[in-house]
């Protein structure tokens, strides 16, 4: 992670709080977190979040109103909500990682444990100060841009999560074991186009991914090299494997080594268009995005985090 440092004005603190993060099972940390906030001497508020959508207003009308600062506290989903109002502003962004997964606070340096991650932003205020980070920007033809930290998947991933999405029983992690299991029986390559800085590749696969960090998931290193800071994404595509080599495969994406794999290839690129033939719905940072085809562009600097 670059050194880099730029300012950060010194106005006030909002806070974005996600109580059923990580299944609740941190929803007492948020008084210690806003007594650190607060020890900073800047005026800290939390944001009345009920629902996303309410989130996604307040996040965008603190920075409209002027905050130096916008902290969120949950996982990837929050921090994703989140990114949607602080990319391409001057207002400094902190993740206190409490979700099931924290794959863009991870990457992107702080620590862990939620107190120590506070105690890391708590300084950054404290000296005015954030580091640049790339994040990645998405649009489509029929959804407004959206910005992403992590990962945007595109193949089996994602056709797991629309059909997890979609189940009602059993509730909790098992709902996406059963999908995976569903949708392994009907596992087969597609066809996508995929153009990297304009260059166009056909290619039969069953897993798109791109990345502006390694992870998602929750540690699945899927795009193993990727550098949030060197404005560009990686792209990793895993071709016409069967059942059978795409779960012998799925243990090595926590090493990050099923790259190694000679039906799985990886690219670099500033801009990534990704279109196919079958209407896959993406997902990014395991939010929900839209059907392809998408394009994908890294911004390099475009949030400042609070580390």
Known sequence: MGSATVPIGDGPVAVLANPTAGRGRHGDLLPAVLERLGSTGRPVRVLDARTAAQAQAGCHAAVADGVAALVAVGGDGTVHLALQAVAGTPVGFGPVPVGTGNDFALETGFPADPIAATDVITDALRAGRARPVDLARITGADTPPRWYGAVLGAGFDAIVNERANRMRWPRGPRRYDLAILVELARLRPRSYTLRL?????????????????????????????ADPTDGLLDVVVAGAVGRGTL?????????????????????????????????????ADGERIGPLPVTVEAVPGAARLLR
């Open 197 to 225: 800085d304009g260059v166009a590749h056909e290619i039969e696969a069953v897993l798109v991914a791109v990345g502006n960090c390694a992870s998602y998931g929750g540690g699945m290193r899927i795009c193993p090299a």
């Open 247 to 283: 779960m012998r495969i799925k243990p090595q994406v926590y090493r990050g080594t099923h790259v190694e794999h000679p039906l799985v290839h990886a690219y670099r690129a500033r801009t990534v268009q990704l279109h196919d033939a079958e209407g896959i719905v993406c997902y």
